[in-house]
């Protein structure tokens, strides 16, 4: 009978530490690296939080860029005007339009408003009589029901004038917060690329080439993301306001073109938000069968854009899963309220492509492979662009498997007919806003 040859013992292990099985020791090797990980992510959330007047212009500013990018583009490839010039004519264009719907909506509200205060008071009358009748509530306790509103507004008079103090403190960091969106927008669009590559020139020299690759694939989900919205907040303004026509309320549909515009940016909720008030408003100025008439043309609406434009115009660009947007939403709003709501899902494509190429999977394969960047990089340590290391080219054709059919066509757009600011890559498709 043989006998049973001990265990050998791994070398360097203590024999309390051998006796733990190698999975619970894996186990406790990943727990605290996550454990440092979502720690290191909660302090720097915690810290953008105690920053937010700074922090949400230059979130702003971003998406702003990435909308008014094609536009400078076009100024300096096509105009005699620089970089510069060309930015701030985009930005004083946007300003003006900005600075035209609303003026325009404002006036048509404020000619309105008498009417719109009439009828809105008529239909609060008749839906007080409709409660009377049918849930049989008499004068007195619809009385006795004011009088109590009037005394608790009496009672919390106090918590409301520290309300409109704290209103007022927010309105001042509103202008701050324009100002900061406004200079850092012109900065992004005039010299986007020279900051990007200073930032990218302090990490390490070996990470360099891979950060900058990783962050074009982000940027062109992000520009993606910013376009479709773009172009599908416009189609439902459009689609609600025709209706708004339709139903003989043609002089209201400025101002609620530029409410939906403007609540569709917000994911999921802004489009429901934005569809309530519309139906709202049609009942307090038409009746309950428009009203009905008008919620039929928004949920219409709303169905084409979800199931026809979104999925045509973003395509692959930006692939969310319907759940991720879901609890993306709800966990920027439970963080940071509207703003986190807003930020979340451009956040979540960032990133979703950015590691995406990291792990190894390209979302965007054609975008080939940034030589100039990778020149400027190289001569950053001192070495020559011809003489950059191959290591970055086989990382490159083991990301994109693709690339090598495409090489000659990719050599020829970046050394012939490329702009000057050649780091917008092959396929020219900008990484961040060129110089």
């Not at 306001?241 to 309320?249: D, E, P, Q, T, W």
Request: charged share 15%.
């Amino acid at each position: 009978m043989s006998k049973l040859r001990p265990t050998p013992r791994a070398p360097g292990l203590a024999p309390e530490v051998e006796e733990i099985p190698i999975g619970v020791r894996r186990l406790a090797s990943w727990s605290w690296r996550v454990i440092v990980i979502v720690a290191a992510s909660a302090l720097i959330l915690w810290a953008l939080l105690k920053i937010t007047t700074l922090v949400i212009p230059v979130l702003i500013a971003v998406l702003l860029a990435v909308m008014l990018m094609p536009i400078v583009r076009v100024l300096t490839r096509y105009t005699f005007l620089g970089r510069a010039a060309a930015s701030g004519i985009a930005l004083i264009g946007m300003l003006l339009l900005v600075a035209g719907m609303f003026t325009l909506a404002g006036r048509q509200l404020i000619a309105q408003f008498s009417d719109i205060q009439d009828k809105a008071v008529t239909g609060f009358q008749s839906v007080m009589d409709w409660a009377t009748t049918t849930f049989q509530i008499d004068a007195p306790m619809i009385d006795s029901a004011i009088n109590e509103g009037l005394t608790q507004l009496q009672e919390n008079a106090d918590a409301l004038l520290n309300s409109a103090l704290s209103t007022a403190a927010v309105i001042g960091n509103l202008a701050t917060g324009i100002v900061i969106c406004l200079f850092t927008l012109f900065f992004l669009l005039s010299s986007g690329s020279t900051i990007w590559r200073w930032v990218v020139g302090l990490l390490p020299p070996a990470a360099r080439e891979d950060t900058h690759e990783a962050f074009r694939r982000g940027w062109k989900a992000l520009s993606a993301y910013v376009r479709t919205q773009i172009l599908v907040a416009a189609a439902d303004a459009v689609g609600i306001a025709i209706g708004m026509v339709f139903l003989g309320l043609g002089s209201y549909a400025v101002p609620i073109w530029l409410l939906v515009f403007l609540f569709s940016f917000i994911p999921l909720v802004g489009a429901i938000a934005s569809g309530i008030i519309a139906v709202l408003l049609v009942l307090v100025l038409q009746n309950w069968i428009f009203a009905l008439i008008m919620l039929g043309i928004v949920v219409a609406v709303q169905q084409i854009e979800g199931n026809v434009l979104q999925p045509f115009l973003m395509g692959k660009a930006v692939e969310l899963h319907p759940l991720a947007v879901f609890l993306g939403v709800a966990a920027g709003a439970m963080i940071a309220g509207i703003p986190g709501a807003l930020f979340a899902i451009p956040l979540i494509a960032f990133v979703n492509a950015t590691l995406l190429y990291i792990v190894g999977r390209d979302p965007s394969p054609e975008l080939g492979h940034d030589d100039a960047a990778a020149d400027h990089f190289a001569a950053l340590t001192g070495g020559k662009g011809a003489q950059r290391s191959t290591r970055s080219q086989d990382d490159a054709q083991k990301r994109s498997p693709a690339k090598s059919s495409r090489e000659g066509s990719t050599a020829e757009v970046s050394s012939g007919g490329a702009r000057p600011d050649s780091a917008t890559g092959s396929a020219g498709e900008e990484p961040a806003p060129s110089s």
